[in-house]
């Protein structure tokens, strides 16, 4: 029979799609799958409620890892957020165009910066300098700085596209009424950004929700839960690095917990941010 | 010129000091792995393997753990990366569901925490398939990982081919096939490119992913199946869990930071030569 | 609603549209159009902008297939078959029934490749015979004293009217029976567009040539048969088709009578 090559190469690029489609379903399927056994067994309440974490010995409480993930990233996000946005800001009103056009590619280069390096930069520098305030220096605050660091140019580079989507008839006919840059920045560009920043806001918590190097090399990776900027602490993806290579059994499975437990959140906040910019183009 | 007014002033004071603040910082980072790391790198450091644990010695396996990781990562991640994104592109798959399912799974997999990836590399690559700790297993659990980067760039290559000439070629009766193969993917090159240079830098920079995929040995692989460490994970072992390990592990890392230097400007040349649609054939 | 002219039936005719209606999405590009085409003539389409002329053009050779959201119904007779007929093989179909755009559209290849490209894939590989359709068909739109000396150079770095000759000879090279031809001259400069407009009616003595076209002078002076499409409640109508004499001189449709006299449109 004659095939039609069109038709072959139709169903070769479906073929290839589909893989790429049920990559995510694959993922879910595993993590899924491996953590079962542990879940079937304890359930999920074990994984707040138990008293420690002793996976070896039938303890599962994975709370003051959450509460470190929770605290290191809110952190993150307080502080990159506004730096994040009034980066953008210096780029779009601000910023005479080589300028912006460098500190574009900083940024970039910033992005592109290994989390490894960002942790041994954290490691050798601020590791010490908070040391040398509070004892011991690897903390929920050097673990703060280093998320900061590592999002902020996620936040403002999606920021600097968002703002750069403004009609600029919006910004000269608020020139034209006289208003001052800055009022015109918060009055105008912000507002009709909206959509763009909080969606860089939100991709920009995924990261930070999911980081593990660089978390990993200047918290301390104590298993409590923190009462203060300068205690050490673990977070979910630091302990997953830490324990994987020689966890077994129950434990292994209760690793395959924490990391399904990240890939719901990081997937809702994905919906979120679709939802957002869905939000966005029916009333921006 | 209207009056400015305290605030104002004040407001510009305070952005224009953000910027200044973080590329202080950047300089600072870049700075410091430069300062302490040039010195460690010579011939010897790059061409021969580490001794005792990698506190002296070179990184001559790891980087050839490294580049096989990235093969194995590119070579089955591009074929993947190009048939999706022909599919999203050239079939008018894109506004029917199964279009849109690929987008949307795509969008997730783009956020999935690089950890995971790795959770996932070893329950399949290292678990089921039964490859063990191998740079198979790593590079295979990469490829997964860049796809939705190289996707989207391919993809926008294919975007901006003219759609004059699909309309010129169809028009001739020539078949998608060969429309694709001569017209439309040469003049995509650009966006595959910038893909594939992306792609590598966002692999070569990965640690995480690795560490229970493609393990630590530290030896000369000998095959795909063996365990290879790359240079993200040597820095990381030599600065957490080797005493002594800084000198060399701040060598790696100006390995690892110039390599990623000359990806990005790699990535910027190729911008700017190919935007103006430049090709010749 | 169509005014048809008695005196069309008299030729043989090449394609025929039966009640062919299109839409994109929700739009309607155009409605039940029934269009007769005569053979080895030329068949000009005039009409104000958005009235679903190169719409109706790109169902000629179903080159909707290429839009997606693009729906057709009705029936194109070319030869007698329906070519939406889902047995008609399009690659055939588009060789039988070549096109020319607006904007020039060679392709980013040699002048030498561009024609070489389609003829291969149609399975003329015989290289002297390669040679000579070549030859011919850019001596047919008057290239080939131009370029001969540089066949292997970019026909990116050609003039745009040489370009647009191009692409007709790129066309001409598969020997199609059909030429639609959409706008052709709307690119190019007065002295480019004398040239392929001579070009045209050269090429409709042995080809039926369809010519979507704004400029009525070009219409009256080159083409046989002459349709006015008008966009009525946003969707495209064949108002009236007659021989071009009879088009301009004795228009029945009001519509029509006031578009030649410029009064509308
Ligand atoms: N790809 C498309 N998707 C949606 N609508 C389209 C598309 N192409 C054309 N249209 C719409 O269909 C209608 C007819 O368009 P068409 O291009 O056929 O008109 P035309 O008579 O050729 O106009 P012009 O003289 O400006 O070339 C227009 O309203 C146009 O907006
Ligand atoms: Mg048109």
């Known amino acids: 029979m004659h095939l039609n090559p069109d038709l072959i190469l139709l169903w070769l690029v479906r073929g290839l799609g589909t893989i790429s489609a049920i990559l995510v379903l694959l993922i879910l399927l595993f993590l899924f799958k491996e953590a079962f056994p542990v879940l079937r067994e304890v359930g999920i309440g074990a994984f707040f409620f138990d008293a420690v974490w002793q996976p070896t010995k039938g303890k599962f409480n994975l709370l003051p890892m959450i509460l470190g993930t929770l605290w290191t990233t809110l952190g993150a996000m307080i502080l990159a957020t506004p730096l994040g946005i009034l980066s953008a800001i210096f780029c779009q009103f601000y910023a005479p165009d080589f300028l912006a056009k460098l500190y574009r590619r900083l940024l970039e280069l910033l992005a592109g910066i290994p989390s490894v390096v960002y942790g041994f930069w954290g490691l050798l520098v601020l590791v010490p300098m908070i040391n040398r305030i509070q004892p011991p220096g690897a903390s929920v605050l050097a673990g703060i700085l280093i998320l900061t660091l590592m999002i902020l140019p996620t936040i403002a580079l999606i920021a600097d596209a968002s703002f750069a989507k403004v009609p600029t008839s919006y910004l000269t006919g608020s020139q034209a009424l006289g208003i001052s840059q800055w009022g015109m920045v918060w009055g105008v560009a912000v507002p009709a950004a909206k959509s763009g920043l909080m969606t860089a806001g939100i991709l920009a918590t995924g990261r930070a929700l999911g980081e593990t190097m660089a978390v990993l090399m200047v918290c301390g990776n104590v298993v409590k839960t923190p009462t203060g900027l300068f205690d050490p602490v673990r977070t979910l993806t630091a302990n997953i690095a830490l324990e994987m290579a020689y966890a077994l059994g129950d434990h292994r499975s209760a690793l395959f917990v924490s990391g399904l437990m990240l890939m719901v959140v990081v997937i809702g906040l994905i919906a979120v941010a679709e939802w957002v910019v869905a939000e966005g183009k029916n009333y921006g | 010129m209207v009056k400015q007014k305290w605030g104002d002033r004040l407001g510009t004071g305070f952005i224009w000091a953000i910027p200044l603040t973080i590329t202080a910082i950047f300089l600072w980072i870049i700075g410091d792995v430069f300062w302490h790391g040039l010195g460690q790198i010579n011939w010897q450091f790059l061409f021969t393997a580490p001794i005792d644990a990698g506190r002296s010695g070179g990184i001559a396996p790891i980087l050839v753990s490294t580049a096989w990781i990235l093969l194995i990562c590119m070579g089955v991640s591009l074929p993947l990366g190009i048939g999706t994104a022909v599919l999203l592109v050239e079939f008018s798959d894109i506004k029917t569901g199964f279009g849109q399912l690929i987008r949307r799974s795509l969008d997730t997999l783009a956020g999935v925490p690089s950890i995971v990836f790795g959770l996932f590399g070893n329950a399949l690559f290292v678990k089921v398939f039964g490859l063990g700790f191998s740079i198979l297993s790593g590079g295979l659990t990469l490829a997964c990982m860049v796809l939705p980067l190289l996707i989207r760039s391919t993809e926008e290559g294919l975007r901006a081919v003219p759609q004059s000439y699909r309309l010129g070629a169809a028009s001739l009766g020539i078949s998608q096939t060969k429309t694709l193969w001569h017209l439309i993917l040469p003049a995509a090159m650009p966006g595959f490119v910038a893909g594939f240079v992306l792609g590598i830098g966002r692999a070569i920079a990965e640690t995480a992913a690795l560490i229970f995929t493609s393990g630590y040995v530290d030896r000369m692989p000998s095959s795909w199946l063996d365990s290879g460490r790359s240079l993200s994970i040597h820095i990381y072992d030599l600065a957490m869990n080797i005493s002594n390990g800084n000198a060399n592990a701040y060598g790696t890392a100006t390995v690892l930071i110039t390599l990623l230097l000359m990806i990005n400007a790699l990535t910027s040349w190729i911008g700017a030569t190919w935007t103006n649609h430049h090709f010749k054939f | ?265």
């Open chain 3, 1 to 265: 609603m169509t005014t048809f002219h008695p005196k069309n039936t008299i030729h043989p005719t090449a394609i025929r549209t039966e009640n062919l209606s299109l839409s994109y999405d929700q739009k309607i590009a155009f409605q039940d159009i029934s269009l007769p085409i005569p053979a080895q003539k030329i068949t000009a389409i005039v009409g104000p902008s958005g009235s679903g002329k190169s719409s109706f053009l790109t169902c000629l050779n179903r080159l909707t297939d290429l839009t997606q959201q693009c729906r057709v119904s009705g029936k194109v007779y070319l030869a007698g078959k329906n070519i939406f007929d889902p047995k008609i093989d399009v690659i055939a179909l588009r060789r039988r029934v070549g096109m020319l755009f607006q904007q020039p559209n060679p392709f980013p290849f040699s002048i030498y490749k561009n024609l070489v490209f389609p003829l291969k894939e149609h399975g003329i590989t015989d290289r002297s015979h390669v040679e000579y359709l070549i030859e011919e068909s850019l001596t047919a739109v008057g290239l080939w004293d131009e370029v001969k000396d540089r066949l292997k150079s970019s026909a990116l770095r050609l003039s745009g009217g040489q370009q647009q000759r191009l692409c007709l000879a790129r066309t001409l090279v598969l020997k199609p029976e059909v030429i639609l031809m959409d706008e052709p001259c709307s690119a190019l400069d007065p002295i480019s567009t004398g040239v392929i407009e001579d070009l045209i009616k050269d090429l409709g003595d042995r080809h039926t040539i369809v010519i979507v076209t704004h400029n009525l002078a070009q219409a009256k002076r080159i083409s046989h048969q002459t349709a006015l499409f008008w966009s009525q409640k946003n969707v495209g109508h064949l108002i009236e088709v007659a021989p071009t004499q009879d088009f301009f001189q004795h228009p029945v449709n009001p519509l029509t009578q006031a578009y030649v006299t410029g009064l509308k449109g």
